[in-house]
C-alpha cells in the first residue's frame, strides 16, 4: 500500500496573477506562495500575502505629450540603455517628488511601461519601472527619431556595398544584422564613416571626424565606449585623438581678446628681435608675435 505523502519542507515563489482592465491600465497582482519542496503543492493559508501589484499601459499613443512628459521620456530611455528595470526612488527625487510619480503614470499610459508598486507600510508605493517597447518611448522622447534612424540605416546599407578591407566588411556585417535596428542614428552614421575610413586607409582626428560624420566635435565622446564594444580601439582603425584646437573649412572669425593689452606692452618695450625693417607697426607686432616673443599666459585667443 502506497504511503501518503506529507509536506513538510516549503519554499516561497512568486505567482503572478491574470491581468485585469482597470480604467487607462491593466494590472495584475503579484503574490508570494510557499509550495512543497517535493511535491509542488501549495500550502494552504488563510490570507493572500500580495507582494506586488504590476500596471502597464495597453498601446501606444505619442499624440498629446507635453514638453514635461518628452524630458522625462529623454532621462528613462538614458537610464534604461545600461539595465532593463529602473529604480523609481532616485527617479523622482531627481525629478521633484510626488508629482514626479504622476507625470511617470501619464507617460506610462502614452508609452509601453510597466509599473511595479511593492507594499511599503500598509500602502503601495512606486518601486520600479520597465521599459517594455525602447523604440515608441524614443519616438516619444524625440519624435521622429525612429524614421531617421531607419533612413540613417538603409543609407547605410546601401553605401557600403563593394568593400574590400575586411575590418569594414565586419562592420558591413554588423549593419546587416538584426541587432542594427536597435542602434541609435548617430551610431549608424559612426559606424558606417569608420568603414569608408577603413577602407580608404586614412587617418584623421576624432574631433574632425566627429564634427565632419556627426555635426559637432564633442558628440563622438558619448558614443565611443558603445562603438569601441563592437569595432574595437578607435585608434586601431585611424582615429587619433590629436590637438585640442581643430579648425574646419568655413567662415567665422577669431578674438584677441588680450589684444590691447599686448599690443601696449610691444609699444612700451618692443623685443630685440625686431630689425626695424618692417613696413608697419603691424608687420612688426605680427612677426615678434610668430616668434613667440609673448608668453602664453598674456596672449590668448577664443573661437566668437
Known sequence: ????????????????????????FREREVESVSICRDCGRARPGRFRKIV?????????????????LRRLARRIVSLSRART???????IRRLG??????????????????LIYRRAGGTLQLHSIRVLDCSSL???????????????????????QNLVN?????????????????????????????????????????????????GNSKALSPIRRRLEKIVGPLERLGIRDWGGLVLMAGSGSLSLSHFKRVWNMWERAPPR??????????????DCLAKQHVRKQEFAFGVI
Open 1 to 24: 500500500m502506497k504511503q501518503a505523502h506529507t509536506c513538510v519542507k516549503f519554499r516561497s515563489i512568486r505567482r503572478e496573477g491574470p491581468w485585469q482592465q482597470t480604467g487607462l
Open 52 to 68: 506586488a501589484v504590476e500596471r502597464e499601459g495597453t498601446h501606444s499613443q505619442a499624440g498629446g505629450v507635453t514638453i514635461s
Open 85 to 91: 528595470e529602473i529604480r523609481a526612488n532616485g527617479l
Open 97 to 114: 517628488g510626488v508629482q514626479a510619480e504622476s507625470e511617470i503614470e501619464q507617460l506610462a499610459h502614452a508609452a509601453l511601461l510597466r
Open 138 to 160: 524614443e519616438e516619444i522622447a524625440q519624435p521622429g527619431l525612429l524614421a531617421r534612424r531607419t533612413a540613417a540605416l538603409a543609407e547605410a546599407r546601401g553605401t557600403l
Open 166 to 214: 575586411p575590418e569594414a566588411v565586419s562592420i558591413r556585417e554588423v549593419l546587416a544584422s538584426n541587432k542594427a535596428a536597435e542602434f541609435d542614428e548617430r551610431m549608424i552614421k559612426a559606424l558606417a564613416a569608420l568603414a569608408r575610413l577603413l577602407e580608404t586607409g586614412d587617418v584623421v582626428p576624432a574631433r574632425a571626424f566627429s564634427a565632419q560624420v556627426l
Open 273 to 286: 628681435c625686431c630689425s626695424g625693417q618692417e613696413d608697419s607697426p603691424i608687420a612688426a607686432f605680427s
